[in-house]
């Protein structure tokens, strides 16, 4: 059975920085597309970075770009997700997701992961 487990939320100050981890279960990670999505209190989810299986082709979304940075180990069955810079209004439940490709539904979910950016 897929399972996607996220991992690395938590407090930090505007300007600091996590790495959100996605363990990936139950199959092979580097046969799928693994999303990261946001949901913010009162707000719809959205994306924000996605790696494509096999190349490893990379997506941003606009308010991330340059901030964030998708990475994958195929060999740990993990994806990350490196946060820099951070800002009140990255704070959300981050979600990872796995599909065969990218887009903005995809098939399987973590249940997330809280990251709070506070002063």
């Known amino acids: 059975q897929l399972q996607l487990v996220e991992s690395g939320g938590g407090l930090v100050q505007p300007g600091g920085s996590l790495r959100l981890s996605c363990a990936a279960s139950?199959?092979?990670?580097?046969?799928?597309?693994i999303g990261w999505f946001r949901q913010a209190p009162g707000k719809e989810r959205e994306g924000v970075s996605c790696?494509?299986?096999?190349?490893?082709?990379?997506w941003y979304a606009d308010f991330v770009k340059g901030r964030f940075t998708i990475s994958r180990d195929n060999a740990k069955n993990t994806v990350y997700l490196q946060m820099n810079s951070l800002n009140f209004e990255d704070t959300a439940v981050y979600y990872c997701?796995?599909?065969?490709?990218?887009?903005?539904?995809?098939?399987?979910w973590g249940k997330g992961t809280l990251v709070t950016v506070s002063s």
């Open positions: 997701a796995a599909d065969y490709y990218c887009s903005l539904s995809m098939d399987s």
């Open positions: 790696i494509s299986s096999t190349e490893g082709n990379t």
């Open positions: 139950g199959f092979t990670l580097d046969d799928y597309a």
